[in-house]
């Protein structure tokens, strides 16, 4: 063959220390500290030294002022059993709903599945709204009551059971989504083993599925429970109305005094009761053990046969399904399109006038276009960033790259509120650099600091995903680092930063809990202002905004469930390679 | 013939683990070398430093008359400084890129205008048989094909030493043959020098020139297939390379160029041997013979002095051969015959031995070995 070509290389090497400084991983690795050190670590510094802070000195004095005023700790103790029974009627309707689908024979499963999890899509606030619409004094499932029974319902959406009722039917699909994806890769070979063995069905289902699928049901449920005490909407719409707290609320009123040690030690019981739940569930999944039995493929699973019960098993699916996730829905379409909320439904009853006085306010329009401009930020900003970390953590190998990663994540446990306080002790008066509180900068902080462990997730599995030796292969081509980076690593990682930033864009365009903390006037969200609106009483204002929010989230919702699907299918393709 | 690679005194430790303990070794132009022994003996990171993805702490390697490495100096070239081509186990080829944009990506980092890429990837595409391939995708290839798409990426350049770590160990039986005599001929066509890594002693016998037997980071033998085959140089090349049975024996005399050993139940035997200066002189010692040394006759025949009473305790038919397990005394040896000569499980035979190695009795540390 022709000539040989080689590398044409000049040495000139700087010396070894410097060398090593100059090392980019070591430099990035710096960098990137810093950056997770100002976001991050600074404000929950703030949190829990102010909160031992009176006047400049060492003190418990706030948080015994929160177990001195009772309306301080009943909120604990309201966000506790709220919570508690929230996520039991998620459990009970999300499994449920996940063995219907997963092991009977239910016609219609696909679509079946889709509308279960489509809650995931609806903002909390949203379905808040919907069903002061639906179950409220004037709502139209209350109406409908009244007409056949000629009395007023036996429900108050107004209450602790309204806010359970509405967090359940919001965070049901978190245990839908971990109990149907158990009981799809469960080992069948387990129950059939069960059925030789001359066990009815029914009594599979008791005795080997339902404890085997354990795991799964504590894992949706304490991801349910983190839901439903970080939840600020529910609880502002439903409960302030009738002087009935939870933290989160509270924390909202404390600030609105402002009374900002006692919103600080409020903000640190939100974290502990946050850890302490977290911990007890780790303890209920670890003292059974954990089953290795779900994995694999599952080939003919343990199905019943409902027979006659079918289009009556269908028919309740339906029914729950309509009302629970496209009534709210349907309520607050209605209701931005009536002249008021209670009017008939004939044609001259209906406007466009809430879209117009929307639009053609000022404040409303700049939320629009501050969520417009902070989603994009936020994701962009996250996606680089973790892109970055998980690189360092999982490709470099860089020794400290994993306990930053780590820190990183923190934020996810933490309910929204804390992360709104911490924002403001952070940056209303900071110890350095400008003062951020008045302007979006604290909001796009605020975003960064809830959702980083998105990113951090997605950039993080699809690198561990990349074999080590794709790059290696560049490396010896010739190819130096960067450029190795640039033509391997980048393209392969694209997927994954999609996915998160689609992710991340979602969350933070309709984002409530951090926001309603933070904003200021010129500095107010989508969410901030649906929230005032309906507040304020202007409800056919605020569903106005929120439908003209829902398009955008639902399609950027569907386009990630296509992604994941996509994703799926060639991973599919890639084990089941074709052989010569 | 001028050495193309040279490791001297390569160390690569791994906190408390020496993975890689002071090899030497060099690679002529042309030449096929294999490194073979069991998973975790180090021939990988060997390679691994040889391509610069690891970094060794003592020792040199020298590259087309290069130093590439050189932990006195403090000297390492990354690997794309290093005139190789790779080819990974895990074939490693990028799916991103359809198969062309995979063999031409070393040129086009090397900065190659567009035409010459493209007919360099074109001969290189031909040479493989896959001529037509080009606009694929590495998803619609099979396993045979996509290594052999990372075999033609790291030929593209046509570098001075071509490095394949295991590319053949994710193939099924058929293709892994077919593409052993591909790759040798490849070789042949190209007469690029290859550093060889593998853990199958079939696939380093029928390809190398020469063999590197590696155990526990240490190199123990190079040599020949026939030479690491017929004289191993330590016990555990015996082990390793091929198959042996251990038969309790006696060392009764020692000369020159002789020895005498008792064995088995049938009395004295003297056997003329090749010695190794290391094999004990007299007491008991091991007697290792190959499945093919073992002659097997059935009992009928009176047992003579030389040859042991035995029992077929399994018997296997392998097509071309006859495998036995044959229990003689406490040992249990296996014996490989032609396919003609049948005996039955449980059949009495006497064993004979044709050649055999004498070691240590005790193969607690010493690595004796002696041959025929």
């Given at each position: 063959m022709s000539q040989r070509i080689t590398p044409q290389h000049k040495v000139s090497e700087p010396p070894a220390l410097l060398r090593w400084w100059l090392d980019y991983r070591r430099v990035m690795l710096l960098l990137l500290t810093l950056f997770i050190a100002i976001t991050i670590v600074y404000p929950l510094y703030q949190v829990f030294w102010r909160s031992l802070m009176v006047d400049g000195e060492w003190s418990l004095a706030n948080y015994s002022a929160v177990f001195l005023r009772p309306s301080n700790y009943m909120a604990l103790w309201n966000t506790l059993w709220v919570s508690v029974l929230a996520t039991g009627l998620a459990v009970l309707i999300g499994t449920l709903a996940a063995f219907v689908v997963q092991r009977t024979d239910v016609p219609h499963k696909a679509l079946l599945s889709v509308l279960l999890v489509l809650p995931f899509a609806i903002p909390p606030l949203f379905s808040a709204i919907g069903w002061v619409q639906l179950a409220g004094p004037v709502g139209l499932f209350t109406q409908w009551w009244r007409e056949l029974f000629g009395a007023p319902p036996p429900w108050n959406i107004y209450s602790p059971g309204g806010i359970i009722f509405v967090l359940a039917v919001t965070n049901y699909p978190f245990v839908f989504i971990t109990v149907a994806g158990a009981l799809a890769r469960m080992d069948s070979s387990l129950e059939e083993a069960a059925r030789t063995s001359g066990v009815g069905p029914l009594r599979i289902m008791k005795d080997i599925t339902l404890p085997l699928v354990r795991p799964a049901i504590l894992g949706g449920a304490l991801l349910a429970f983190v839901s439903s005490i970080d939840n600020f909407g529910i609880p502002a719409v439903l409960g302030m109305r009738a002087q009935f707290y939870v933290l989160t609320t509270r924390i909202y009123e404390a600030l609105t005094i402002p009374n900002m040690p006692l919103a600080t030690a409020m903000s640190v019981l939100l974290v502990?009761?946050?850890?302490?739940?977290?911990?007890?569930?780790?303890?209920?999944?670890?003292?059974?053990?954990?089953?290795?039995?779900?994995?694999?493929?599952?080939?003919?699973?343990?199905?019943?046969?409902?027979?006659?019960?079918?289009?009556?098993?269908?028919?309740?699916?339906?029914?729950?399904?309509?009302?629970?996730?496209?009534?709210?829905?349907?309520?607050?379409?209605?209701?931005?399109?009536?002249?008021?909320?209670?009017?008939?439904?004939?044609?001259?009853?209906?406007?466009?006038?809430?879209?117009?006085?929307?639009?053609?306010?000022?404040?409303?329009?700049?939320?629009?276009?501050?969520?417009?401009?902070?989603?994009?930020?936020?994701?962009?900003?996250?996606?680089?960033?973790?892109?970055?970390?998980?690189?360092?953590?999982?490709?470099?190998?860089?020794?400290?790259?994993?306990?930053?990663?780590?820190?990183?994540?923190?934020?996810?446990?933490?309910?929204?509120?804390?992360?709104?306080?911490?924002?403001?002790?952070?940056?209303?008066?900071?110890?350095?650099?400008?003062?951020?509180?008045?302007?979006?900068?604290?909001?796009?902080?605020?975003?960064?600091?809830?959702?980083?462990?998105?990113?951090?997730?997605?950039?993080?599995?699809?690198?561990?995903?990349?074999?080590?030796?794709?790059?290696?292969?560049?490396?010896?081509?010739?190819?130096?680092?960067?450029?190795?980076?640039?033509?391997?690593?980048?393209?392969?990682?694209?997927p994954g930063m999609l996915a998160g930033w689609v992710l991340i864009f979602i969350s933070a365009f309709n984002e409530l809990t951090v926001s309603v903390l933070i904003w200021t006037t010129g500095a107010e969200t989508i969410g901030v202002w649906i929230f005032l609106m309906q507040d304020s009483g202007f409800t056919g204002r605020a569903a106005a905004l929120a439908v003209l929010t829902l398009p955008v989230i639902l399609l950027l919702y569907l386009f990630t469930q296509w992604l994941t699907k996509l994703e799926a299918r060639r991973r599919e393709r890639r084990a089941g390679k074709p052989d010569a | 013939m001028t050495a193309i690679l040279t490791l001297d005194g390569l160390t690569k430790r791994y906190g408390q683990v020496t993975a890689v303990d002071n090899v030497s070794l060099s690679i002529d132009a042309n030449e096929f070398f294999s490194l073979i022994g069991p998973s975790g003996c180090g021939k990988t990171t060997t390679l691994r430093s040889v391509a610069g993805l690891e970094s060794a702490q003592q020792g040199c390697i020298q590259m087309a008359g290069r130093t590439v490495f050189d932990a006195a100096t403090r000297r390492d070239l990354p690997p794309n400084k290093r005139p190789i081509g790779m080819v990974f186990q895990s074939y490693a080829v990028w799916p991103h890129m359809n198969i062309y944009e995979n063999i031409g990506y070393p040129l086009k980092v090397r900065g190659l205008p567009r035409d010459a890429i493209k007919a360099r990837v074109q001969r290189v595409l031909d040479m493989l048989g896959m001529g037509n391939l080009g606009a694929r995708m590495p998803s619609q290839l099979s396993g045979g094909q996509q290594q052999r798409v990372a075999l033609g990426r790291a030929l593209a350049i046509e570098p001075s030493l071509l490095l394949l770590d295991e590319p053949l160990s994710n193939l099924d039986a058929k293709l892994r043959e077919s593409m052993r005599a591909e790759l040798k001929q490849v070789q042949r066509d190209t007469g690029l020098p290859i550093l060889y890594v593998t853990h199958d002693q079939d696939e380093a016998l029928a390809m190398s020139d020469r063999i590197g037997v590696m155990s526990a980071g240490v190199l123990h033998q190079i040599g020949t297939p026939t030479e690491v085959y017929t004289r191993p140089a330590t016990r555990f090349v015996l082990d390793f390379i091929g198959t042996v049975s251990y038969l309790p024996c006696e060392v009764l005399k020692w000369e020159d160029e002789s020895v005498k050993i008792r064995w088995g139940e049938a009395g004295e035997a003297s056997a003329m041997l090749g010695v190794n200066q290391d094999t004990p002189k007299h007491g008991p010692a091991s007697l290792a013979v190959r499945p093919e040394h073992v002659l097997l006759t059935p009992v009928a025949d009176a047992i003579q002095p030389g040859l042991a009473r035995g029992r077929v305790k399994i018997r296997a038919y392998l097509g071309d051969a006859w495998e036995y397990h044959v229990r003689v005394g406490e040992c249990l040896i296996r014996v490989r015959t032609d396919s003609a000569q049948a005996l039955e499980e449980g059949s009495e035979v006497a064993v004979g031995v044709r050649q055999g190695y004498v070691v240590n009795a005790d193969d607690a540390g010493q690595e004796r070995v002696l041959f025929s």
């Open positions: 502990l009761v946050a850890i302490v739940c977290l911990v007890a569930f780790r303890r209920l999944e670890g003292s059974r053990g954990q089953y290795a039995v779900i994995s694999g493929k599952s080939v003919t699973p343990n199905v019943i046969r409902l027979g006659k019960a079918r289009p009556w098993v269908l028919a309740a699916l339906y029914l729950t399904l309509v009302v629970i996730v496209l009534m709210p829905v349907f309520a607050l379409v209605l209701t931005s399109l009536l002249r008021f909320w209670g009017a008939d439904l004939s044609a001259d009853n209906f406007t466009l006038r809430h879209y117009i006085a929307v639009l053609n306010q000022s404040g409303a329009r700049r939320g629009i276009i501050n969520s417009l401009i902070l989603a994009p930020a936020a994701a962009t900003i996250i996606v680089i960033v973790s892109a970055m970390i998980a690189y360092l953590n999982v490709k470099a190998r860089q020794r400290g790259a994993g306990l930053l990663d780590g820190i990183a994540t923190v934020p996810f446990a933490l309910p929204g509120s804390v992360i709104g306080v911490s924002m403001i002790l952070a940056w209303s008066n900071p110890a350095f650099g400008p003062t951020l509180y008045g302007t979006l900068w604290i909001l796009l902080a605020g975003y960064i600091m809830r959702y980083m462990a998105f990113g951090l997730q997605s950039t993080r599995s699809t690198l561990q995903q990349i074999h080590d030796s794709l790059e290696e292969a560049a490396w010896t081509s010739g190819a130096s680092r960067l450029r190795t980076i640039r033509d391997i690593t980048l393209p392969l990682l694209r | -």
